[in-house]
């Protein structure tokens, strides 16, 4: 089975300061981790994706993410917030299972990144 | 390259009424799924398809059907709405098998049931 836990609900940054929002998951096998975001009244949006190969991962917007399979931790950081990241992201999960994958996403409650001025 | 496309945007119905949201994707992706977004708990799997003809329940299935007659195609049926269907629904397709592929997902239709 596999979990995703989003450990923050809400965070506040300060504009041009650094983003932190933390993902910690629970795979039976080797998973695939995404990070998406959602602006309001839209749908969701791919930031990046770990699929096995480099831990460290570069998305859009200037984001990346780093996949520590010691920790079970797949954060999202930005070195300096924009105004306009203001939104939710989720963490997801995919495990790697040849049979049922199609179902094995699982999304994290989300987190609410404000960004101030 | 329109992706993936839900109908209605918004909608109220009342209760006890029936609806169909729309969902079409030009990608042809065989998986398609549709999600039930509520405030502060995240995405639940509704219903799930992996290719024409072939459908499953997610986690949240009661009150809800679909089909998939085609690639394209993968409406969601609502009967009989429940105050507790109000949420936004989201429609998104995966290519292939295996666990590397993201989700598109559609824009979301908003629904309200009073």
């Known amino acids: 089975a596999q979990s995703v836990t989003q450990l923050d609900s809400h965070v506040s940054v300060s504009e041009g300061t650094p983003v932190l929002l933390r993902c910690n998951y629970s795979?039976?096998?080797?998973?695939?981790l995404f990070w998406y975001v959602q602006h309001p009244n839209k749908g969701l949006q791919l930031l990046l994706k770990y699929t096995s190969a480099a831990t460290l991962v570069k998305g859009i917007n200037g984001f990346e993410a780093e996949f520590k399979k010691s920790e079970t931790s797949f954060h999202l950081t930005k070195p300096s917030a924009h105004m306009s990241d203001a939104a939710e992201y989720f963490c997801v999960v995919s495990e790697g299972r040849s049979s049922g994958s199609a179902r094995q996403l699982t999304f994290g409650s989300g987190t609410q990144l404000t960004v101030l001025p | 390259n329109a992706g993936v496309t839900q109908t209605p945007k918004f909608r109220i119905l009342k209760i006890g009424q029936s609806m169909t949201l729309q969902c079409t994707q030009d990608m042809n992706h065989n998986y398609m799924y549709w999600y039930r977004q509520d405030p502060g708990m995240g995405l639940k799997l509704i219903y799930y398809?992996?290719?024409?003809?072939?459908?499953d329940k997610g986690e949240v299935p009661n009150g809800y059907n679909v089909s998939r007659s085609t690639t394209e195609d993968f409406p969601l049926r609502l009967e009989l709405a429940a105050p507790s269907q109000t949420s936004v629904y989201f429609c998104?397709?995966?290519?292939?098998?295996?666990?590397?592929?993201?989700?598109?997902f559609g824009e979301g239709s908003r629904l309200t049931v009073l």
């Open positions: 998104a397709s995966r290519t292939g098998s295996g666990n590397t592929g993201e989700l598109f």
């Open positions: 795979s039976s096998y080797s998973p695939s």
């Open positions: 398809s992996v290719g024409a003809g072939i459908t």
